[in-house]
């Protein structure tokens, strides 16, 4: 795609919201509705897109990515009225009398660029937002997931209004292309790499961004747990089978560049032998079995990039208090766990790590409720989504105060005297007793 046809879908999509169809309660229950159908009519074709980009497991597809894009448009449909709906606010003595509400509306035209551990859901979840808060969307897909996002190209296509909800397909060409356009805010999901690319591009428009990176999520398990030795080994056996690499439940790493990258990480020196469990790989299916390192050197190369992958190192600590100063040392997660049944160590954890999120006594859980909002903090990211949050991260605010011609305050207007001081002064303090004292010169 070259800059002038990239130009030519954001000028077209500007002069269809700038008709207003889109701010309507109607455009956008209808479009939302459409995105339902497509979860309720193709769940095969979505199923095998997936398996055909990840391998992904028939059950993880329908549960993780289908089930979930339904729920976030069910809550939407339930809640778009209430959601649209002005909120009225209370005003004071300074603008007495008037009435004051804000109003919520549409940002314009989005870019969304999605990413392709879960990519379907991680497509259409922030798109189900910005059609709901009346905006106007570019979708770009991952094309590390093709299948899925020639299925997404197909499916919205037929089912959504094209003149206002467009699928661009392609890679870096396609993508730099569409981060040269000005849009009224931009959504990406990925690495921080190109992260700081999406928000340069969208500096020079002084464009709003939603940054939804990754990092490393630290997972702190407390010894008072009665966590069993070989707890983890025996449960991925219990999973996966002695031949994990030929289970069908196991998906398939994306591509053979994030497999090579992975077995790079298991053969580096410092940790080729700290594996404990694990360490199997298929490269023609492009397989690596859930592997399990301890006590890795904190330099070494797993420690210190992104994961991605069914790696997990393993550090022990003497006492449990040493786990948040290494967590600190680091920059803040994308999510934190901890296993405890340790009251205090629950509050100050929550108190003292700072992450995007948190779950206490599980993992990933916090990510499926819809009344938590998902995002980062610093190299994790920036701004959140789920549920009303998604409405709220593609709207803007408007702050609206409405008066009369009545009841207008000479002192706000030369010529100034100390007497329009002090019953400015009194007003702005919302002292009544002081306004009168000033109205009758004491």
Not at 65 to 75: G, T
Not at 101 to 115: A, H, Y
Not at 247 to 275: A, P
Not at 327 to 347: G, M, Q, S, V
Request: net charge neutral; aromatic share 8%.
């Amino acid at each position: 795609m070259a800059a002038v046809e990239a130009e030519g879908v954001a000028e077209e999509l500007r002069s269809t919201y700038a008709t207003g169809k889109t701010k309507t309660f109607e455009w956008r229950a209808s479009q939302l509705k459409a995105l339902l159908k497509i979860v309720t009519h193709h769940e095969k074709e979505i199923v095998e897109a997936l398996r055909c980009d990840l391998n992904k497991p028939e059950l993880e597809a329908v549960v993780y990515e289908i089930a979930a894009v339904a729920s976030s448009c069910k809550l939407a449909l339930k809640e778009l009225y209430h959601w649209m709906k002005p909120q009225k606010v209370k005003t004071s003595l300074l603008s007495f009398p008037s009435s004051a509400e804000i109003v919520t509306e549409p940002l314009g035209v989005i870019l969304v660029i999605s990413t392709w551990n879960y990519p379907f859901f991680l497509s259409l979840d922030p798109l189900i937002g910005a059609i709901a808060a009346g905006n106007a969307v570019v979708l770009k897909p991952s094309e590390v997931a093709p299948a899925t996002s020639s299925l997404l190209s197909k499916l919205l296509g037929e089912y959504l209004d094209i003149s206002a909800v467009k699928v661009i397909e392609g890679a870096v060409p396609e993508t730099t292309a569409l981060l040269e356009q000005k849009w009224d805010k931009i959504f990406y999901t990925g690495n921080g790499k190109v992260g700081r690319i999406v928000l340069a591009a969208a500096a020079k428009h002084l464009t709003p961004v939603v940054l939804e990176l990754g990092g490393k999520s630290p997972v702190v398990v407390d010894a008072n747990i009665n966590l069993k030795v070989d707890a983890l080994s025996a449960e991925l056996q219990k999973f996966y089978g002695k031949d994990p690499v030929g289970c069908k439940d196991l998906s398939s790493i994306i591509n053979s560049h994030h497999f090579d990258r992975l077995t790079k990480l298991l053969e580096d020196q410092k940790v080729s032998g700290k594996i404990v469990y694990g360490g199997q790989r298929d490269k023609t299916n492009l397989k690596i079995a859930p592997t399990i390192l301890l006590d890795v050197p904190r330099d070494s190369l797993i420690m210190n990039e992104e994961i991605f992958g069914p790696l997990l190192p393993i550090i022990t600590v003497n006492k449990i208090e040493d786990c948040l100063g290494f967590i600190n040392a680091k920059e803040k997660p994308l999510a934190a766990y901890l296993f405890t049944n340790d009251k205090k160590l629950k509050e100050e954890f929550i108190r003292n790590v700072s992450a995007g999120g948190m779950t206490i006594n599980d993992t990933v859980l916090h990510f499926a409720e819809s009344g938590l909002p998902f995002g980062g903090v610093g190299e994790s990211g920036m701004g959140a989504y789920h549920g009303k949050f998604s409405f709220d991260a593609f709207s803007h605010k408007k702050a609206v105060l409405q008066r009369g011609f009545g009841g207008e305050v000479a002192a706000r207007y030369p010529p100034y005297d100390s007497g329009k001081s002090r019953f400015l002064r009194a007003l702005l303090e919302g002292n009544v007793v002081g306004m009168i004292r000033a109205l009758i010169g004491w």
